[in-house]
Every structure is written in structure tokens, then in C-alpha cells.
């Protein structure tokens, strides 16, 4: 994973798999993005080549605590697959670009 900043955005990309191993450290990294002063976090998951349920369990949780935070969180790079995936079944709406 890296992780930049820059006028108040924060650029965070994941690469490999997100799966049971790397899912819920993902989302304990989350939680210290946000406290961190940033207007918004930019999620980018181009470089995902696996994931399973727990990874997508990791996502949706994601954008659950950015919403309950009231944090601006864009995820860009994801493949039409997990887009299908998350919007079907995690009920999730991330932001395709």
C-alpha cells in the first residue's frame, strides 16, 4: 500500500491481494486516515489482482466509516468486476472514475 499527501488530499493505493491476510489491516489503516486532517482521501484500486469476501467486507466497512464520518472518499482503479460485486452485494456506491 502507499500512501501520499498533497493540498489537503490524501492518495492512497493498494496493489496485490486484499484478502483475509490484508483485508482487516486495510481497515484499521483507514481509521488513522481519517485522523488526519484531509479534505479527501482518494482510494485507488487499480492494482488489486484478488479479493475475496473478507476484502470486500474490508471495503464495504470502508466506506461505511467514511459516510459515518461525513469524509469525502473517492475509490477510482476498480475493476467493473468488483464495482458488480460491491454494489450487488455490499450494498455499497463507490465512486467509479
Known sequence: MRYSRC???AYVSVAGELDIATGPQLHLVAHAWLSEPTAIVIF????ITFCDAVGLQAIEEIIETFREAHATLRI????VELHRTLTRYAHATPTCQ
Open 7 to 9: 493540498n489537503g488530499t
Open 44 to 47: 485507488d484500486l487499480s492494482g
Open 76 to 79: 477510482v482503479g476498480i475493476s
